[in-house]
């Protein structure tokens, strides 16, 4: 009865057209559907049961299975275990095929985890599609067009922009305070009144702005981002 019942479970889950995995409270493989493992085609032989979560994802990293991972392999990896030591995660992950996965993990009451990822490559797709069209634009615009992060620090500038300070190419500028382009009385007085006022009503976007837009130069463009 107890392996007809496994059985049935087992036919449940690989009927789904999403990935599916369940660990236990050690963090160890239990059970995952044949989606799961198409997902991960360089380490499927890593995912079998009584493995743990940690091995499997190490074993991903060796393959190449996550292209994020490769310029330094510890820290994304010390990354993606800070995600999943939470009750309740969710979180995007690009993966050597190509595909894009949002991943959603959630504890279950017995300690252990279930993690469930959705193929979302066609919506990343068409959102890179969209942050190209934007970044093209904004490339070829004789208005001058500089993006920040959350620090103040440059994530885009446009060729327009970089011509009214002589700044040579992007690699001169990228990651450097907007202050530098002032002397302090006038970055200070930009600050206070303009840009103070200015920047109010985009400020819990400036962050996602500067986000978004290196996630296409990244991906699109083969460049890295701000660290």
Known sequence: AALAAQERLLNAVNALQDGFAYFDCEDRLVLCNDRYRQLHPRSGAAIVAGVRFDDIL?????????????????????ERLRHRGAR????????????????????????????????????????????????????????????????????????????????????????QDWRILYSRENATLMEQAALAELAEPWRPWRAVAGRALWAYYRVAKGREGVR
């Open 58 to 78: 190490r074993a991903g990293i060796v393959a190449g299975e996550y292209p994020e991972a490769a310029a330094d392999p510890d820290a994304w990896m010390r």
């Open 88 to 175: 309740e995660c969710e979180l995007e992950q690009r993966l050597a095929t190509g595909q894009w996965v949002r991943i959603v993990e959630k504890a279950t009451p017995d300690g252990g985890r279930v993690a469930l990822l959705v193929d979302v490559t066609e919506f990343k797709n068409a959102e890179l599609r969209a942050l190209s069209d934007r970044a093209a634009a904004m490339d070829v615009s004789r208005d001058g067009i500089a993006i920040t992060d959350a620090g103040g620090r440059f994530v885009y500038m446009n060729q327009a922009h970089r011509a009214m300070f002589a700044i040579p190419d992007e690699a001169a500028i990228i990651g």
